[in-house]
């Protein structure tokens, strides 16, 4: 299974790679850590535990249902009602899909991704990542149904 760990692994991996392309690499495995973490808390939250088969296709579902663009915009429209250390993932998500972004997409050469951001961007996103699984249970189930949910404006 792939975990935010993981992948965090892999980031720091490349870095130590230190080609341009690794780096590179690195800045979009450390995005898909924060995506995988948020994919993992929503379903935890929303499912919980894993225990017969229907458990698990469902804990599957709602792991799966996480979609890229849409998260960023629910999670952003209403950022402020949530603390600070969900502000600062949220933050930290919408930052580091840019950076992939860029990474993963502009062919320029000249956008070379240094051993020091791309370091920067794993510490972060590893900080951010904590800070947001010690938040309160039923703050994290908020973040899962406002990034899984389209709801309609008031």
């Known amino acids: 299974m792939i975990t935010w760990q993981g992948l965090l692994e892999d980031s720091r991996r490349a870095v130590i790679a230190g080609s341009v392309d690794s780096l590179r690499r690195s800045v979009s495995t450390t995005y898909y ?3 995988h973490a948020l994919a993992a808390s929503n379903a935890d939250c929303l499912v919980g535990t894993r225990q017969t088969p229907l458990d698990e296709h469902a804990w599957l579902r709602a792991y799966r249902a996480l979609d890229h663009r849409d998260a960023r915009m629910f999670l ?3 950022i402020q009602q ?15 899909q840019d950076a992939r972004h860029m990474a993963d997409y502009n062919p320029d050469s000249s956008r070379i991704v240094a051993r020091s951001e791309a370091t920067r961007w794993i510490d972060r996103a590893e900080s951010a990542i904590n800070e947001f699984n010690q938040v309160d249970p039923s703050e994290r189930s908020a973040v899962a149904i ?9």
């Not at 600062?88 to 930052?95: D, L, Q």
């Not at 406002?146 to 008031?154: E, K, P, T, V």
């Open 146 to 154: 406002q990034s899984l949910i389209r709801g309609r404006q008031a």
């Open 33 to 35: 850590a924060v995506f």
């Open 76 to 78: 952003k429209r209403d």
């Open 82 to 96: 949530f603390s600070p250390p969900v502000r600062r993932f949220i933050g930290i998500f919408e930052e580091l």
